[in-house]
């Protein structure tokens, strides 16, 4: 359903959160927030909002320095208004409206949340804490109503730790970092394996993840890290608090070395295998004990048994299959598996139809496969959605975002497998980490590194589908800017809100007071605050001379009135390059000077807006001379692939490449529009490098001068920085001689710009 169109032209764009709105009607002007303003909840629901209203009042001040109080009272002019009512519905939304969908109506007077359910206002806390965030002073939500729902049920995220521990604080983390955007499942794959390889099974990884206080299975538990009731209990209550259900999975009858370690007879091969015996009917009872014993710690509606890639004893399978999901079913629970029976059977002919199946791979059960057979299903498949980190297979380094925002959605499965959008057995999608490397030295922030890139799209693409209406490159910074939400203690973003040209990211900083870094850290719900006073400083080492030509500074509420920028060579004789004065508010403040090489850059106060509080930043991004490269029209001698094209290279997104054919002496070049002064260019090599290649520049695209040749680079990655004398151009281009391997040429940047460093005095 399309957005609703005003009449208006000049009603409010539809605010930017991920995911997007379902639906928005743009009024005109804002709502702002006061110096006494609330959060007031509907009469009667303090009780069950009341949890709510004081985690909503702690988030607001995390992400706008400003502190609101939670009453019960009439809505007065200035407040945040939280509702719940059961009648509310919408045609569009239909059964997702009345399960999680919410409606955002801001006047300038108020804001309202109202929902049929709590989890739906919760959602909608996240929206009116997202527009806060993206808001230049943080202070300001604009005049409309949303109306928002998810497009599918399930839309989650599988994380495997039966291979590799991940502590309680980091799965607590993960969940507050779903709700932030809007994924409802979490689905914890708690026991498995190492491949055996070479290795005899006794040095094969096997973990699992629960520990009990039962004699009956005293040393199942894994040694190196498992949870036990009070690590559970403490799950589901943050899942509960941020929209998610935990999905808990013990999988057999592969998969199951843990278990076999525990009771060698009930493998088969005397136990020399990571598959039960079942024919053995000891196997199948010890197996329902432990859903016996843990399954009353679950609070979700669904438990997952596994089932998947057994394949040596098919008739028994089906029995264990049909047996394990009727017991499931006696717990009270509803059986999940994973889709296994192409493989395993020639239909599902005597198979339990009661099962929510996971579609993981076209050939062991694909979704036409299960649509024909009657199953629900959730698409879980591996060559779209599977990462093993640091694996030369399954998106080893993360999915591939921008196919997934350009191509995606929950219905799509490769090998012209996809069902038709909003398929009633489509219960919704799930992406998944698999961690087989259970002998690499990579560590659950490693993980999160992999993962946070794509979180964003795939909820996108689960909640309302192609609703953004923005290029992939737009997107992801916005997502960026959000980062991982309030209130993570283990967790942070990898993803830090880098501007373009941004060199002060992550460096050394110092000041008069306060925590100096979060100024740095390009998380915009981190700031420093210099504490009481009008004299105040806060200073950044750049780590190297660096031609720079503006600061960014992103004022709290405790902004500066009167400062000034300074910048040195040395950390000691320093040079007035900016001065502002009477600034009177929280927001964004850009100062552009000359352009002039400095390691040290310091922002120097000398009369805060309020003396009482001093200075608080939430950002200063220090910008070196533009990069006259970015966005510009980027072309090349070829591309790999469509998708590796070269303008990939100049848009400013780190993450995407081009890459050439697989010859010598191809070239990528930049239209800079008109002639400019070019002194420096900056090449981002991915593992296919440029052994031997030129830069050269031209007027016309047709005539080309030599500005720096380049011979006798190593292989693999690499950043090259090339300085040169000053040359003016309209065209450059990076002309390939030699690669450094049998691919082709592979770029993650190239930055062009006008200016180079002075080398630094050291």
Do not use: C
């Not at 005049?143 to 309680?168: C, E, H, I, Q, S």
């Not at 009930?266 to 079942?278: I, K």
């Not at 720079?548 to 405790?558: G, M, N, Q, R």
């Amino acid at each position: 359903m399309a957005d609703p169109v005003s009449t208006n032209t000049d009603s409010n764009a539809k605010p930017a959160v991920v995911p997007a709105l379902q639906e928005w009607t743009g009024g005109t002007g804002s709502f702002e927030l006061r110096r006494d303003s609330r959060i007031v909840l509907a009469k009667k629901q303090g009780d069950e909002l009341g949890d709510q209203g004081a985690r909503l009042s702690a988030e607001i001040e995390q992400v706008t320095g400003r502190k609101l109080d939670v009453s019960p009272r009439t809505p007065q002019d200035g407040d945040i208004v939280l509702s719940i009512d059961p009648a509310l519905a919408d045609g569009a939304g239909g059964a997702r409206f009345t399960e999680e969908g919410y409606t955002l109506t801001v006047t300038d007077r108020n804001v309202t949340i109202a929902a049929p359910t709590a989890k739906g206002v919760y959602y909608g806390t996240r929206s009116l804490l997202q527009i806060l965030l993206l808001d230049d002073g943080r202070d300001s939500v604009p005049v409309g109503t949303a109306v928002d729902w998810p497009n599918y049920k399930v839309r989650g995220f599988m994380l495997d730790v039966g291979r590799r521990f991940f502590t309680a604080d980091y799965l607590r983390d993960y969940l507050r970092l779903m709700g932030w955007f809007k994924l409802n499942q979490l689905q914890l794959h708690l026991n498995d394996n190492g491949f055996k390889g070479d290795k005899p099974w006794s040095e094969v990884q096997a973990g699992f993840r629960l520990k009990t206080g039962n004699p009956a299975l005293a040393g199942l538990a894994s040694a190196d890290g498992a949870y036990d009731r009070a690590d559970w209990d403490s799950f589901e209550d943050t899942a509960a608090a941020n929209g998610v259900t935990i999905i808990p999975e013990i999988d057999a009858p592969a998969h199951s070395l843990a278990f076999i370690r525990f009771r060698p007879s009930l493998g088969l091969d005397n136990g020399e295998s990571d598959h039960l015996d079942l024919s053995k009917p000891e196997t199948t009872a010890f197996m329902k004990s432990v859903f016996d014993e843990f399954v009353p710690w679950f609070r979700s509606p669904d438990v997952h048994f596994g089932a998947d890639e057994y394949t040596v004893d098919k008739p028994r399978y089906k029995v264990y299959f049909n047996e394990m999901a009727a017991h499931i079913r006696a717990l009270g629970k509803q059986p999940r598996a994973w889709g296994s029976l192409s493989v395993m059977a020639a239909g599902a002919d005597g198979y339990d139809r009661d099962v929510t199946m996971n579609s993981w791979n076209n050939s062991w059960y694909g979704p036409q496969a299960l649509k024909r057979d009657g199953y629900s299903f959730i698409n879980t498949n591996d060559a779209l959605l599977y990462i093993v980190p640091f694996a030369g297979y399954y998106h080893g380094r993360g999915l591939d975002g921008k196919y997934l925002y350009d191509q995606w959605e929950p219905h799509v499965f490769p090998g012209g497998q996809s069902v038709a959008p909003g398929d009633p057995q489509l219960l919704g999608a799930m992406s998944a980490v698999w961690n087989d490397l259970t002998e690499a030295t990579y560590t659950e922030l490693d993980v999160h590194g992999l993962v946070e890139p794509t979180f964003g799209v795939l909820a996108q693409k689960m909640w309302s589908g192609t609703k953004s209406g923005v290029p992939y490159s737009a997107f992801l910074d916005t997502v960026r800017k959000l980062g991982v939400g309030p209130g993570l203690a283990k967790v942070a973003t990898t993803l830090a809100a880098s501007a373009s040209g941004e060199v002060s990211l992550g460096k050394q900083a110092t000041a008069s007071g306060g925590e100096a870094a979060a100024a740095f850290d390009g998380v915009r719900t981190t700031r420093w605050a210099s504490g009481p006073g009008d004299e105040a400083w806060l200073r950044v080492d750049l780590g190297k001379p660096v031609a720079i030509s503006k600061v960014e500074l992103d004022w709290a509420p405790s902004y500066g009135r009167d400062y000034q920028i300074q910048v040195s060579r040395d950390g000691e004789h320093w040079a007035t390059v900016a001065t502002r004065t009477g600034r009177e508010s929280a927001g964004t403040d850009t100062l552009t000077f000359e352009p002039v090489t400095a390691r040290q850059v310091r922002l120097v106060g000398t009369q805060a807006g309020t003396k009482r509080d001093g200075y608080a930043l939430w950002s200063m991004r220090v910008l070196e001379v533009p990069d006259l490269a970015l966005h510009r029209p980027t072309t090349a001698s070829s591309s790999e692939v469509a998708s590796l094209g070269p303008e990939n290279a100049t848009d400013g997104d780190a993450k995407t490449r081009w890459a050439s054919a697989y010859r010598d002496g191809e070239w990528i070049q930049v239209d800079l529009g008109s002639p400019q002064t070019v002194q420096r260019v900056l090449l981002d090599w991915e593992t296919a490098s440029g052994r031997d290649y030129d830069i050269q520049v031209s007027d016309d695209a047709t005539h080309w001068t030599t500005a720096a040749s380049v011979r006798g680079k190593p292989a693999g990655a690499r950043v090259d920085e090339l300085a040169f004398d000053p040359i003016k151009a309209r065209y450059v281009r990076m002309q390939g001689v030699k690669r450094a391997s049998s691919f082709g040429y592979s770029l993650w940047r190239f930055e062009i710009r006008s200016m180079s460093p002075e080398p630094d005095p050291a």
